[in-house]
Nanobody
Framework: QVQLVESGGGLVQAGGSLRLSCAAS????????MDWYRQAPGKQRELVAG???????NYADSVKGRFTISRDNAKNTVYLQMNSLKPDDTAVYYC???????????????WGKGTLVTVSS
């Protein structure tokens, strides 16, 4: 199957930076989209940023200009560079990929377990 391992979360002061990583492994043929979502306490999970295989990106309005998503296709890894962090960015951040695998050759979604980002004021 496919495993997603996220890292890079932690506690940071407002205005600080963090870099999240999500590495995918397993029986993967190709990865189309790679996304970061987040879920704050008491709120619904929301899309933060996404990047497709061609490199096009999209961002939630709340993070535009502060966050940058990138991917290393050779490593099946997606990154989220988060700058100028605010307390409102506090959430569990989840990685999601849309991948073609030996079990799902037409593609399906896989989720990581999440990494906690806490921004103190």
């Amino acid at each position: 199957q496919v495993q997603l391992v996220e890292s890079g979360g932690g506690l940071v002061q407002a205005g600080g930076s963090l870099r999240l990583s999500c590495a995918a492994s397993g029986s993967i043929f190709s990865i189309n989209a790679m996304d970061w979502y987040r879920q704050a306490p008491g709120k619904q999970r929301e899309l933060v940023a996404g990047i497709i295989s061609g490199g096009s990106t999209n961002y939630a309005d709340s993070v535009k200009g502060r966050f940058t998503i990138s991917r290393d296709n050779a490593k099946n890894t997606v990154y989220l560079q988060m700058n100028s962090l605010k307390p409102d960015d506090t959430a569990v951040y989840y990685c999601k990929i849309e991948a073609s695998t030996i079990y799902y050759p037409r593609g399906t979604n896989y989720w990581g377990k999440g990494t906690l980002v806490t921004v103190s004021s």
